[in-house]
């Protein structure tokens, strides 16, 4: 079993930047892995996610050329880099890890998950 803690989150304004971190207990180099967000009254959607080794990344189509994910796995940590944020951004993010090695868009195919860490962008 991996537990996930998310870090990084906070309150900055529109055109600022923040990197959130995903601190794992296990090992991870096997996995795929991926950020969500979910605002209030909203379902849960992908942000951006990448596969066992790195190599393969997809985003949110609004987050494109603005947000990057890495992963570090002998680190054992994710990372979001979140760069021009806008308000639309503003929400809870979580990390996730699934078992398979290749990325899904879909919340239902992640097994692990963080606590969440919030990030609101001011206009």
């Known amino acids: 079993q991996v537990q996930l803690v998310e870090s990084g989150g906070g309150y900055v304004q529109a055109g600022g930047s923040l990197r959130l971190s995903c601190a794992a207990s296990?090992?991870?180099?096997?996995?795929?892995m991926g950020w969500f967000r979910q605002a209030p009254g909203k379902d849960r959607e992908v942000v951006a996610t990448?596969?066992?080794?790195?190599?393969?990344?997809s985003y949110k189509d609004s987050v494109k050329g603005r947000f990057t994910i890495s992963k570090s796995n002998t680190k054992r940590t994710l990372w979001l880099q979140m760069n021009n944020l806008k308000p639309e951004d503003t929400a809870e993010y979580y990390c996730a890890s699934r078992y398979h090695s290749n990325i899904s868009p879909d919340p239902n195919g992640y097994a692990y998950w963080g606590q969440g860490t919030q990030v609101t962008v001011s206009s």
């Open positions: 990448i596969n066992y080794s790195g190599a393969m990344t």
């Open positions: 296990g090992r991870i180099s096997n996995y795929a």
